[in-house]
């Protein structure tokens, strides 16, 4: 018997809800591992419950190491970003003509608006980062007193959450 083709939406049913959600999370964390291992990458992985709880994988030695290396990376791409655009500053001060441009210039702007899309881009990740970072903090401050977070708690960081997205 194969396997059915599944229609995604919410489970309606919370019991459901909870099994699915236990089910595929651990699948996840599988294909997760898988990846790491085949492919020997580093692999970092959150999922938030909808109580709030955190659960992560880490395929490497930390977790820390591997949102240093990110961030790393982000800060290499934001540093050509920022010196591309300080190079162009004068062009675009005077504003583009687009009619009178050549099509080496309208590449040019392309590139430069591309260039402002990573950076932007760059910047929502380490806002979403920083987030995860601070919520996984707190996080652990509950994981020895209580197995979930205090409503009140739960309910600001998930607000948190929701404003990032």
Do not use: W
Request: glycine share 4%; proline share 1%.
């Amino acid at each position: 018997m194969g396997r059915r083709k599944v229609e995604v939406k919410r489970i309606e049913d919370e019991k459901t809800r909870q099994v699915t959600f236990s089910k595929r999370r651990s699948g996840l964390f599988k294909k997760a591992r898988e990846l790491a291992v085949l492919c020997d990458v580093d692999v970092a992985l959150f999922v938030f419950s909808r109580r709030g709880k955190i659960y992560e994988f880490c395929s490497g030695d930390s977790l820390a190491k591997i949102l240093e290396h990110y961030r790393s990376r982000n800060d290499e791409a934001a540093e050509t970003v920022n010196a591309q655009r300080d190079a162009e500053a004068g062009r675009h001060l005077q504003g583009p003509d687009i009619g009178q441009m050549s099509v080496t210039e309208l590449v040019q702007q392309e590139k430069q608006l591309d260039d402002a899309l990573a950076q932007t881009k760059y910047r929502k990740d380490q806002l979403m980062m920083e987030s995860v970072m601070n919520i996984n903090e707190k996080s652990m401050q509950f994981v020895h007193e209580e197995d979930y977070l205090l409503p009140e708690e739960n309910d600001f960081l998930e607000s948190e959450v929701k404003a990032k997205y």
